[in-house]
């Protein structure tokens, strides 16, 4: 099915299943440890062995030369892989540094090495008797120290005359603004299972993006496509680290490969922080130029970021092209070479350390102008890409989100004047931050079985990382098919079934039920051709196929056997002649120990723009857990970078602070009731990323609210604020 | 409503899903099945009662009790999440009290009355714990899932026993399951999918419930 | 992990003893540090003696005055106490500022008394450090800092003692009852129990090969007011950047000890002396002779703060 045109009218719009809190259909087996993930595949009559990985120590360099002596005699160890072992290998288009490292060495704890060995134990003990000698080179490891001299990555984007029009304005800001590396740090390590039957692999896995795996890992191990199956049915959440194939997979294929058994993998967690990606730090200068009753005349941003060779910028500064106003602009990134790990997507790549510098540079901005923050952002909203005025907002509620979360908040009772409201011990004060995120679709598509039960089973590659895959796509085969949702039957992570959207950028929700949409539409017109109705004026409800006075049971199109159709959902030009994204505001309310420093957050609000939510119950999961982690990059979160040895030293969750339980109050969600009929047949957008989208910017507006105190750098931590706080020395 | 924990398969396929292990981890010769007698390391005869059953294991003396229960019984409920006592997917309940089993060796669990998240109930069974956990959305990835849940169940115990903790605001006074004890009592357990405001909300459900 | 050889401890002695006919044998008892740095190959014993099995889980009330603490006792249970929660509060609440429940079931006091230092130097193995690896040089001066030790460091180590149990004890004046090998006893004030780096930052404390911890007693209660105030980035579940363990009295008077700042926790007598002319005069005694490092200097006024916010809720 393309999707080229507005959406009409559509089954989906009963919203008798779609668009209801229904409790996720997989719950039962994740609360009862019944679910199952990579590492947990067993089969009693398999000799399945155990691998664990031999990381880089350097962070640069060769390995002249590795003794795997030891290891080899250790007890119960069946075999060592190394590179020079593996024969030769390709390369992920996906990866940028090469997932078994050797002789060649480009990050520290660059895998280097799978020991094989009978038990977990013995691989372990084993790994560490691996001696290796190095030939260490120089590496760049300090992004400040790089940025001196950077020129733009491509051209930089420019609307009008920028320099000109900032110059000429009536307030300006010029600041700078630094976020951390970070990581994902999701729960499950990377981990995987791999077995081979003749040319043929399998792995289990634990992946974002199935289809994607099976062509970076047919190109790595150098086999075709075909061969290679993967399965990944539960994730222990992802946040992009699981987008491409990482390490585990390959050492997994290498070590059954060189062992003739199944082996699995899981990537020890102090290992996995500096071999697997992360969140590339920034550096951001933004200037703000206004006239003095607060319309933006121009606005440019850049970032500075860096990456291994080859690798993508982080591309901080996309969302400064459209969530405001404002006839000059310029936006760039600038990118260094950087021999630390390499840096990729996490959680809302771009706009999440974009936002945290954007929105507190309009905060500032607001208080130049004298000008309430929210009713500075309300001047300078847009309807129209401000880059090209032809093209409008498919759908854009960014200020009714403000107001409505104003007036919910409590926004009037904030106090503008910094440092004013003492409770206590504590500072208090709160903040608000605007939320964007564009919406992606990705073509997607799944395969849909009607059997003589009356169950209907939905097929597809696509991932379910905790977002409620298997629930929305089950509403949607029961909206459409007029069933239960107990009558439906969700298979998810199969390389075997139809390639989905997958889960990545906020585009899986709505692209991947999107696609079970169209393999629907198509069961319906088989189901009605089979019964002998004109498909056009069917109605599928209550487990019929009803058409004017003639009803027939679903389940009669079934009698001979099952009827199994597939299609795929591919979008045109919608997104081309109208710029599609999805806006929020947050607001938080901090306390600041007036004595330590320390901030607490005691109030969180979300509101949403992001389309139709097609389950509120899990979509409302999305967006707390998104503030959850914006919470943690404003207070906590930081990958602190060894310069001198080059890795990131805090690599385990004791170093790496995630929020705890203690750290986040009772969060508030309101979606708004609106449907968006350019993205897809759903009507709905993606707000797993906009729900991260601007938080940490509202907890550092809040923690300035609080105590006068402006933090440009992240995480805010109380060394950055205990020196300046009222009453210190 | 069916995942696939009951996917088809053939002999290529070669695993089986968690979900049909109840059955299996009764049958010793499974056990058995695990390579063990490759010298060199110390094995040693353990016994451990899991979930109210008793097993017999030849076991090499590291194993955690977390990767007895994992490798070894096929129990896999049970999480490992950074094995270093960081994250608290792997909590279990040992004689009723919640414990990282990761930080902790099976040899020396014998004779103790270890709970796992499949003791606790299943899918056609709930736990009052796991039934509030669905309603209340208290989670996402489901990973760190099990570990939050026996942490839950003993948190109200710890609070019913009158443990006190970190916030109780006097230490003399009766501890009661306030938002605040609860937040601060999970701390232990990290869900970086944030499903935390979730979690409070299950917890004081049952803990209503228990009166 | 390396492999190693396990037995089950009969008497406290015996444990002594079989410890010290073995250089490479450890006590294991909760196992939450022990393990994690075993799986680590940071510790590296090749036989485990199991202590959990000796009793010593008891909590007793010694005639003269005071409690004696067995060296199993867990610290939920020691926490939980009634005696040590109405005449020691100071102890409840550090031992609860740590940690997480899960591991606060398991750990003991020994155990907790002899974790080691969270410098994340220390845990990569691949870096050089003079505690884990004595003459290879200490990556953390000239590195990531921030956690790390600000007074009593030296060349060679600056890394923290991370128990926050600990800096309870010390406020208290609590003794460590330990058995020799030989089958004698002592008695050692926690003042003289952790040592600090020197050029030997592997030494972590006074005890002799082989010798073990059985209890711990803490002197008949002095009443007062006890506060501890633990300072962390995140709410819970984290170490201490700066703790402040205080026990003040009616008239002004009282005791301090830190956490966070040092190889031990850290109590001055003269900065107690300085007490009722407030936080910033014990402060500056306190922490004389500190040397920060650049990512950790924020510690200087942190304690300041701590402690002088500390005194006005008490005095208020």
């Not at chain 1, 585009?507 to 189901?527: D, F, I, M, P």
């Not at chain 1, 929020?584 to 330590?596: L, P, Q, R, S």
């Not at chain 3, 940690?99 to 969270?118: C, D, K, V």
Request: aromatic content about 6%.
């Amino acid at each position: 099915m393309k999707f080229d045109k507005p959406e009409t009218t559509n089954p989906i719009d009963q919203l008798k299943v779609v668009g209801q809190a229904v409790d996720r259909v997989d719950g039962p087996l994740k609360v009862t440890g019944t679910a199952t993930y990579a590492y947990e595949w067993h089969d009693p009559d398999s000799r399945l062995a155990y691998g664990y990985p031999v990381g880089s120590t350097i962070a640069k360099g060769r390995i002249v030369s590795m003794d795997l002596s030891r290891a080899r005699a250790a007890p119960g160890v069946v075999t060592v892989v190394t590179a020079e072992e593996a024969g030769e290998l390709g390369k992920g288009s996906r990866n940028v540094a090469t997932l078994l490292g050797g002789p060649d060495i480009e990050h520290y704890h660059q895998a280097i090495a799978i020991v094989v060995a009978e038990s977990f134990e013995q691989a372990r003990a084993a790994a560490s008797l691996i001696q290796v000698t190095y030939q260490a080179a120089d590496g760049k490891f300090d992004l400040a120290a790089e940025r001196e001299g950077l020129g733009p990555t491509g051209s930089d984007d420019k609307v009008g005359e920028f320099e000109t029009a900032f110059a000429n304005a009536a307030v300006r800001l010029d600041e700078t603004y630094t976020t951390p590396d970070q990581s994902h740090a999701m729960m499950e390590p990377h981990a995987s299972l791999a077995s081979w039957d003749g040319d043929k692999l399998t792995i289990w896995t634990s992946n974002q993006m199935i289809a994607w795996s099976v062509e970076d890992i047919a190109k790595t191990l150098k086999i075709p496509p075909a061969d290679v199956r993967v399965v990944s049915p539960y994730i222990g959440g992802g946040f992009g680290s699981k987008l491409f194939v990482r390490s585990d997979m390959i050492l997994a294929a290498l070590g059954a490969r060189a062992t003739g058994r199944p082996v699995k993998i899981a990537l020890p967690r102090p290992f996995l922080m500096n071999n697997t990606t992360h969140r590339p730090a920034t550096i951001q200068r933004i200037r703000i130029g206004a006239e003095r009753g607060g319309k933006i005349t121009a606005i440019a941003h850049e970032g500075w970021s860096g990456n291994l060779p080859d690798g993508e910028p982080e591309n901080a500064v996309d969302q400064t092209k459209l969530l405001y106003a404002g006839a000059h602009r310029l936006t760039g990134t600038r990118l260094a070479t950087l021999d630390l790990p390499e840096g990729n997507a996490m959680r809302a790549p771009g706009e999440a350390p974009g936002l945290m510098a954007l929105e507190i540079a309009m905060d500032e901005m607001a208080e130049r102008l004298g000008l309430d923050p929210i009713d500075f952002r309300v001047i300078n909203d847009t309807q129209v890409d401000p880059g090209n005025p032809n093209r409008p907002f498919s759908h854009r509620q960014l200020v009714e989100c403000l107001r409505i979360g104003a007036e919910r908040f409590g926004w009037s009772a904030r106090n503008a004047r910094p440092a004013t409201v003492r409770e206590g011990r504590w500072l208090k004060g709160i903040g608000v931050a605007a939320g964007f995120r564009n919406n992606l679709t990705m073509k997607s598509g799944a395969r849909v079985r009607l059997d003589g039960r009356g169950v209907v089973t939905v097929e597809t590659d696509m991932t379910d990382i905790g977002t409620g895959s298997y629930t929305i796509i089950a509403q949607t085969a029961a909206e459409m098919m007029g069933l239960p949702i107990e009558r439906v039957e969700v298979r998810l992570g199969d390389s075997t079934f139809p390639a989905a959207a997958g889960s990545g950028g906020q585009w899986g929700a709505n692209s991947a039920t999107a696609g079970v949409y169209a393999a629907c539409v198509k069961l319906r017109e088989t189901v009605a051709q089979r019964l002998g109705f004109n498909s056009k004026d069917c109605v599928f409800a209550d487990g019929e196929v009803r058409s004017g006075d003639r009803r027939a049971p679903l389940t009669q199109a079934a009698s001979n056997g099952e009827v199994v159709v597939e299609d795929t959902i591919e979008f045109g030009d919608l997104r081309k002649t109208h710029q599609q994204s999805t806006f929020a505001a947050h607001f938080v309310e901090v306390g600041v120990d007036a004595a330590t420093a320390e901030t607490r957050v005691r109030r969180m609000l979300s509101v949403c723009s992001a389309g139709r939510i097609l389950n509120p119950k899990t979509a409302r999961s999305q967006v707390i857990g998104a503030m959850t982690m914006g919470v943690g990059g404003a207070l906590m979160e930081e990958l602190a970078v060894d310069t001198r040895r080059g890795f990131f030293v805090n690599h385990d969750l004791a170093g790496y602070e995630v929020p705890v339980h203690a750290d986040i109050p009772h969060q508030e969600v309101i979606f708004l009731d609106e449907v968006d009929v350019m993205s897809s047949p759903m009507k709905a957008k993606g707000v797993g990323e906009l729900g991260l989208c601007g938080v940490g910017a509202a907890v550092a507006n809040a923690v300035y609210n609080a105590t006068g105190i402006r933090v440009r750098n992240y995480p805010i931590t109380l060394d950055k604020l205990i020196t300046q706080l009222p009453g210190a020395a | 409503m069916s995942v696939p924990h009951d996917f088809e398969l053939n002999r290529r396929d070669l695993m089986v899903g968690g979900s049909t292990l109840a059955a299996m981890t009764a049958v010793p010769a499974a056990v058995k099945a695990q390579p063990n007698s490759t010298g060199g390391a110390a094995l040693s005869n353990i016994s451990l009662t899991v979930n109210g059953q008793a097993h017999a294991l030849e076991l090499d003396t590291r194993t955690t009790l977390l990767d007895a229960l994992r490798e070894h019984l096929h129990l896999t409920g049970s999480k490992k999440g950074c094995d270093h006592g960081q994250c608290g997917a792997c909590t279990v309940l040992i004689d009723g009290r919640r414990v990282n089993s990761c930080l902790t060796l099976a040899i020396m669990n014998e004779g103790m009355e270890i709970t796992t998240i499949e003791g606790l109930g299943a899918p056609d069974q709930l736990h009052p714990m796991q039934a509030a956990f669905i309603k209340h959305d208290g989670y996402q990835c489901g990973y760190c899932t099990p570990g939050q849940i026996c942490s839950g169940v003993a948190v109200l115990g710890e609070i019913k026993a009158g443990i006190p903790s970190h916030v109780t605001p006097d230490l003399m006074q009766p501890v009661t399951a306030s938002d605040e004890e609860i937040r601060e009592r999970m701390s232990g357990n990290i869900c970086r999918c944030g499903a935390y405001s979730n979690i409070v909300e299950a917890m004081t459900e049952v803990a209503g419930r228990q009166g | 992990m390396r492999a190693f050889t396990y037995e089950r401890a009969a008497s406290p002695v015996q444990a002594a003893a079989a410890a010290a006919a073995n250089p490479g044998a450890k006590f294991i008892a909760g196992g939450t540090n022990l393990l994690d740095l075993m799986k680590l190959e940071i510790e590296t014993p090749s036989h485990l003696i199991d202590v959990n099995g000796l009793g010593l889980d008891t909590i007793e009330t010694i005639p003269e005055g005071g409690l004696r603490i067995g060296a199993l006792v867990r610290n939920t249970d020691l926490a939980a106490d009634e005696r040590v929660r109405r005449d020691y509060g100071v102890l409840s609440r550090a031992i609860l500022a740590g940690a997480s429940g899960q591991l606060r079931n398991r750990a003991t006091t020994a155990g907790n008394l002899l974790q080691r230092t969270r410098c994340p130097y220390f845990y990569d193995t691949a870096q050089p450090c003079n505690k884990r690896q004595p003459g290879s040089g200490c990556s953390a001066i000239g590195g990531f800092s921030r956690q790390l030790g600000i007074v009593g460091t030296s060349e060679a180590c600056i890394a923290t003692n991370p128990s926050d149990m600990a800096v309870g004890l010390r406020v208290l004046d609590a003794t460590i009852e330990t058995v020799k090998p030989d089958a004698t006893t002592r008695r050692i004030p926690i003042a003289e129990f952790h040592r600090l780096p020197g050029d030997t930052p592997h030494i972590e404390t006074v005890l002799e090969p082989g010798e073990f911890i059985t209890a711990v007693t803490l002197p008949s209660p002095v009443g007062g007011k006890h506060v501890y105030r633990k300072v962390r980035d995140r709410a819970s579940y984290a170490f201490a950047l700066v703790s402040v363990a205080t026990v003040l009295q009616q008239d002004g008077t009282g005791r301090v000890a830190v956490g966070g700042i040092a190889h031990k926790p850290w109590r001055v007598e003269a900065a107690e002396a300085e007490l009722p002319r407030g936080a910033k005069a014990a402060a500056e005694r306190l922490l004389a002779g500190a040397k920060p490092t650049h990512d950790n200097a924020f510690k200087m006024p942190l304690v300041e703060r701590a402690l002088g916010s500390v005194l006005d809720e008490t005095r208020s």
